[in-house]
Structures are given as structure tokens and as C-alpha cells.
């Protein structure tokens, strides 16, 4: 016999627009969002020293360098396999509009894992990328 599903809340889960709203704002936004937008746990993976971080590392580490200042996402999946929960997987294609890095461009292939902790309160608990030149090595 299937559970019943339970009637949702409005706000008791992101729709997938605001879900990809919310990646983009990890990576266009300010250090202060991003900030708070991390988990204290988050575990994040990404591929410059130190590589593996928990929560405030990450967020001291992304503090060091500058910002994106353009995102685009593709090949874009949403699961939400447990209440108050959303993994979601991408492909991404960043760039920096200003500063010493102006146009450098980055691709990765990426993972992140949401949290709700309250009503429209979410936090990421999980994040990873592998860089596009390394899945192009494989092949």
C-alpha cells in the first residue's frame, strides 16, 4: 500500500525555479550571503587547496577570492529524496567580469545538497565540483 502523501505547506519546499535561484546566488552573490547560506556542517569539495572543507572553511576559503560575476547552468536535476531535503546536480559555466581575473572562465560539473531548517530557511550541507578539463582528461 502507497503512503499517503502529505499535503504540502506553501514555502515547505523550494519549486525548482527558486532552487536555481538560490545556487546562483552562491555563486553571483555577496560573501556575506554565501556565508550564511552555508551550513556550519556543510562538507564541500572543490578542486583548489585545501580541496575538502566543513563549513566555515569554506566559506574563509571562497573570502579569498573573487567573486563570479556571471552563471549559467545546464544538464540541471533536482531529486528531493526526504522531506526538507534537495540534492541537485549541473553543469556550470562561470566567468569574472572585473578584476585581475577578468575573463577567466571556469566549467564544472556540480553537485549540491540542500537542508531546510525552518520555513523558507534553507542552507547547503553539501557541495561539490569536478572541473570540466578533468572529464575531458578521462575520456
Known amino acids: 500500500m ?9 514555502g515547505a519546499c523550494m519549486n ?3 532552487v536555481w535561484e538560490f545556487e546562483r546566488e552562491l555563486w553571483l552573490g555577496d560573501i556575506e550571503r554565501y556565508q550564511y547560506l552555508i ?3 556543510c ?6 587547496d585545501p580541496f575538502v572543507m566543513v563549513g566555515g572553511e569554506a566559506a574563509n576559503a571562497v573570502s579569498r577570492t ?3 560575476t556571471q552563471v549559467t547552468f545546464d544538464r540541471q536535476v533536482v531529486t528531493r529524496p526526504a522531506e526538507g531535503l534537495i540534492v541537485i546536480g549541473y553543469h556550470a559555466r ?3 567580469e572585473e578584476g585581475p581575473e577578468h575573463g ?3 566549467e564544472a560539473y556540480c553537485t549540491s545538497t540542500l537542508h531546510r531548517l525552518g520555513h523558507e530557511e534553507w542552507r547547503v550541507v553539501q557541495h561539490q565540483q569536478t572541473p570540466q578539463a578533468a572529464v575531458i582528461a578521462e575520456e
Open 2 to 10: 502507497m503512503p499517503a502523501m502529505m499535503p504540502r505547506r506553501p
Open 16 to 18: 525548482d525555479e527558486r
Open 39 to 41: 551550513d556550519d556542517a
Open 43 to 48: 562538507v564541500m569539495v572543490v578542486p583548489a
Open 66 to 68: 573573487p567573486r563570479w
Open 94 to 96: 562561470a566567468s569574472r
Open 104 to 106: 577567466e572562465v571556469y
